[in-house]
């Protein structure tokens, strides 16, 4: 297979708007969940470990992480269902077996702690010498938000891809299996560096969208009816990329809903500090964090937590340490992320002051916010005052409250009580 027909279709792959390179993989949250997922699996390995883990999936631990990151966009799509309960296989069997329990809970931890290839590697053997039914390399998708240098995902689309690409035969459900793909995609990784990432996930993404028949991989080059059939193909998918944006093209963007945060809690009187990873982005004529803090007053720098705390969309403060609203954007992925790092601010010590925490999302998805705060991992967040603000409400009314409102009380009218909480945690 010629290298000039590979970087072609991977320039191409790039470009495209529907692409998992685009939708997924450049896309402006996936960074933040890494953190929020790895606390998650942190949070498994300690309850497994002090024998606190039950002997089921359902509003376990384990389902809220598993379920977060089958909800980050279509690469990780039924990452779930290989942890799911099956009675009738009783499998996977690290619910009913409590020595499969532990050795799964020893793998999460230990890859949490780790950060070498070598010994993320030699937990895999570990855990594969045991042959627990059921526990295959899907646990991959787990261990790539850990280490995502190191481990990239594992489905059925990827390993469809790879097979399409390199002409191999790589089969679900052996961890030798993902560990020869693993070997083919670093190789495949390290020649096309410049296109790719350091990041396995691109290349995986990319695996992913032939696999799910978006692209075909090129011909043998000897062929020249097929060659040339190939290219016609490439051309019309790259028209049809053209002429059919993508659904993640919202009308209201992300970053758009921000600004109007933004604004709204300057107009109000706060001072308000952006994302550290999204004050850069552009915004109408500037940047996101034009007029706002570059960074948190020295409390909230040294507070337990901080480095969540940097990261929650938008904060309105009183004064540099003092914050009186947090806001979470939750544009189109799992609330969970934005929870985390709420309880992460609640739990750090350093919210004396806050008034309310906001999960702001598109007006349809009030019943998945709501979903998500009665799972048994989040029973803590019952304590504190959550809200729901629709994206309608607060398009609706921001600039009325912008020049009438009276601070934060303004926002009530427009949102959603989500718990029955009335501060921060004690």
């Known amino acids: 297979m010629s290298d000039d027909l590979m970087r072609d279709l991977l320039r191409r792959w790039r470009e495209d708007p529907r692409g ?33 883990f039950g002997v089921a999936y359902r509003g376990s631990s384990l389902e809220t992480v598993v379920h977060s990151i089958a909800e980050q966009r279509q690469v990780f799509k039924g990452a779930d269902h290989a942890f799911l309960w099956k009675p009738k296989l009783r499998i996977p069997d690290i619910y009913e077996h409590p020595s499969n329990q532990r050795a799964f809970g020893r793998l999460l931890d230990a890859c949490v702690c780790c950060d070498t290839a070598e010994h993320v590697l030699a937990e895999i053997h570990r855990i594969d010498a045991l042959q627990i039914k059921g526990l295959g390399p899907a646990v991959a998708n787990i261990l790539y938000f850990l280490h995502p240098t190191i481990a990239p995902p594992f489905n059925t689309a990827i390993v469809r891809g790879y097979n399409a690409l390199f002409g191999a035969n790589v089969k679900l459900g052996r961890w030798e299996q993902y560990l020869a793909m693993r070997q083919g995609l670093m190789a495949f990784n390290a020649k096309h560096r410049d296109l790719l990432s350091n990041d396995l996930g691109a290349v ?5 969208d032939i696999g799910m028949g978006l692209y075909a991989p090129p011909p043998r080059q000897d062929d020249e009816a097929a060659l040339a059939s190939w290219r016609q193909d490439l051309a019309k998918v790259r028209q049809a990329a053209v002429l059919k944006p993508t659904s993640e093209q919202d009308e209201r963007t992300h970053t758009q809903v921000q600004g109007w945060l933004r604004d709204l809690g300057l107009a109000l009187g706060y ?3 952006i994302a550290q990873n999204d004050q850069g982005r552009l915004y109408e004529d500037g940047k996101l964090g034009e007029g706002c803090m570059a960074r948190l007053g020295p409390k909230l720098e040294s507070a337990a937590g901080a480095d969540a705390v940097r990261l929650i969309d938008v904060l309105w403060l009183s004064d540099p340490d003092s914050i009186i609203a947090a806001f979470e954007v939750e544009h189109s992925t799992s609330i969970y992320s934005g929870i985390v790092r709420m309880l992460d601010l609640a739990l750090g010590g350093a919210a004396d002051s806050l008034h309310a925490l906001y999960l702001v999302a598109p007006d349809k998805r009030e019943a998945d916010v709501r979903a998500q705060i009665a799972r048994p991992a989040f029973s803590r967040i019952g304590d504190l005052s959550v809200r729901y603000l629709p994206y309608g409400e607060l398009e609706k009314h921001r600039e009325a409250m912008g020049r009438f409102g009276a601070g934060i009380r303004a926002l009530e009218t427009v949102s959603h009580r989500l718990t029955s909480g009335e501060g921060p945690l004690a």
Do not use: H, M, P
């Open 204 to 208: 995986a993404a990319f695996c992913f």
């Open 20 to 52: 998992a390179y685009r939708t997924w993989f450049l896309w402006e949250d996936r960074i933040k969940n890494f953190r929020s997922i790895r606390r998650g699996v942190q949070q498994v390995a300690e309850e497994i470990a002090d024998g606190r």
């Open 271 to 273: 001072k308000v500090f």
